[in-house]
């Protein structure tokens, strides 16, 4: 599994308010309910999102939440990196040895560093945009093949 469980929902959500910009404030009701999430569980990675800028909860008569910037200007990294934390200073093991190196390497070192390069600049190029756009292409493309 590359991402979390929080991750995944993570981006749901900002592919949802991305989706649902034009309407206005998205409130949390809206969100729980099309991805169907727990409130606690949607209450922690909107706090953590909120707390790394990438969207912003209006509080008053009509309570919501929008993204904090364009689409375009959103990286799925930049999500990723919101809920998981940036990467470590000193790179672990993708198989958990205390000692792994270019000099010492597990089995799997060599490869791993190479497609770890590269998911990290896909997701560093990948815009919460082209995410939105993908996603309805695909619901296109399902709903065309379901009818």
């Known amino acids: 599994m590359l991402f979390s469980r929080s991750a995944k929902s993570a981006i749901q959500v900002m592919i949802y308010l991305a989706d649902n910009e034009d309407n206005g404030l998205v409130t949390e009701q809206a969100i729980r309910q099309a991805r169907d999430m727990a409130p606690d569980f949607l209450d922690d990675l909107i706090q953590k999102l909120t707390h790394n800028r990438l969207i912003r909860p209006v509080q008053g008569t009509d309570d919501g939440i929008s993204l904090a910037r364009p689409a375009s200007e959103i990286t799925t990294l930049e999500i990723v990196d919101a809920i998981e934390g940036p990467p470590p200073e000193k790179e672990m ?34 815009t919460l945009a082209a995410l939105c756009e993908s996603m309805r292409i695909k619901r296109a493309e399902l709903a065309t093949s379901s009818g």
């Open 93 to 126: 093991c993708v198989l958990g040895l205390d000692e792994c190196s270019d000099t010492a390497p597990c089995a799997l070192h060599n490869h791993w560093t190479h497609d770890k390069s590269l998911v990290h600049g896909i997701l560093e190029e990948y």
